[in-house]
């Protein structure tokens, strides 16, 4: 895939902060490669473009029918994170994104699966989104700062809810990326 695809591909979320997170360095070769949990990855898009980049990433997802094939250097994993008792390795990822995804019983886990210092990418959608599309579920649905209050204690690089304009029709998600406290 070239880079033009992919950037176009990828949440904005995700493109548009690189040099707010400190990625834009980390990403253009250097030895350390990123360790990356695209959770609920859906296609993968937004794996996938820190993978062409030299991330490692590990795609999660309970049905990987929709993900795009998965460089050599990654892997993907079936996972039905929202039966049973769920598990992800502890301090294992640099980052974690999740989008357009919403089980709030893997918040725990999701901040747990960070290594110090790692950063969290979430955009999901907000209560105000039931007004004028889907999902209309509650359950699927934050609210309001919800998301922040989520990762509180965390240093907050970027916060926003509201409408993204999703295509021609509003869509009213919220964003955070944030940092795992060192300690």
Request: charge should be negative; proline fraction near 5%.
């Amino acid at each position: 895939m070239d880079e033009k695809r992919l950037r176009a591909e990828a949440a904005p979320l995700l493109t548009l902060h690189l040099q707010l997170l400190g990625l834009d360095n980390q990403l253009l070769g250097q030895e350390h490669h990123l360790q990356v949990l695209d959770l609920a990855c859906g296609s993968g898009r937004n794996g996938l473009w820190l993978a062409a980049h030299g991330a490692q990433v590990t795609f999660i997802d309970r049905d990987l029918g929709r993900l795009a094939a998965v460089p050599k250097h990654c892997q993907a994993l079936a996972l039905d994170l929202e039966s049973g008792e769920p598990q992800l390795p502890e301090s294992r990822y640099d980052i974690v994104l999740v989008f357009n995804y919403l089980h709030r019983p893997l918040f725990e886990l999701i901040k747990e699966s960070l290594k110090p210092g790692g950063l969290i990418i979430y955009e999901t959608f907000i209560e105000k989104q039931a007004e004028v599309g889907r999902p209309k579920n509650p359950n699927f649905l934050l609210a309001d700062g919800e998301l922040s209050q989520r990762f509180y204690g965390w240093q907050t690089l970027h916060a926003f809810e509201g409408n993204v304009g999703c295509e021609e029709t509003p869509c009213f998600k919220a964003q955070y990326i944030g940092r795992k406290p060192a300690n």
